[in-house]
């Protein structure tokens, strides 16, 4: 946390703001790029490590103008969903951490593409999907509770949407390794990479240390001795935990529900007595071996 704050002091003047806008800009580039030539993506621009040996460098960020086949009503919500999650993040983070948390995203997927290059020594097309899961993770640890209409019409919140398409992650990434394709199941863990190392540096655990496990342990403990035994009662034949005692005669609000009770300023400790008992009680002092007797 305290190398982000660093980092972000140092260079959050170089941050692109509303980055997403420049992302869904790279889309429809993508777009005009395939309607005119649909070769020209994979023979110039995709991550080609071979290529890229042979100098061709500007593969390493050209292969983002994602080449979209068909435009329908699923890739325009998809593109709206994006860019709301992507602007919701840097909103709450800032301009330079979002941008830090995307760009780390990019240099995964070329590490991941790199390991299946080294392990096939074929260039497999990465698509932004793992870039864009990276950000859904990040948007439903934020904002669990923000519910989406799925099929739109039932409301479901982004936290149980997460789980299940982190399930379906995880279960696909043993699928493959099944296969004996190791490497491509690394490979897609490698892509969400920035997820799993970003929140696992900014994630706070001392909740989770032994001193702050036994400060909790202890304060329910008193919680419980507080609201114990003082207070309960047989009613009705169970016990029962009073919100008023009486602490000369016993008696509670179950007893009598017009009785009023009033605790006491001159008593050591907090000592509730009935009316009957309020001005005629011993008061009790922790200094004194005999109470004071006190009546009007």
Known sequence: MKFLNKMERKFGRYAIHNLMAYVIGLYIAGIVIFM?????????????????????????????????????????????????IGNSLENTWGAFRFNLYYFSGVLFNILAAFIIYLATGFSFPLSLEYINDAMFFAFGVLYPNISFLLFFVIPVKVKYLVLMYAVLFGYNVIEVMKTGAWWYGLAMLVAIANFLIFFALTRNYNRISPTQVKRRANYKKQVRNANNPDNVVQFRGRQTVTRHKCAVCGRTELDDEDLEFRFCSKCDGNYEYCMDHLYTHEHVHKDSASPEQHSV
């Not at 390493?60 to 998809?78: K, M, W």
């Open 36 to 84: 005119v030539n649909p070769a020209f993506y994979y023979q110039w621009l995709m991550l080609d490590f071979g290529k890229i040996a042979q100098g061709q460098i500007w593969r390493l960020v050209t292969f983002l103008i994602q080449p979209v086949e068909h435009i329908n009503l699923f890739i325009l919500i998809s593109l709206y969903l994006y860019y709301m």
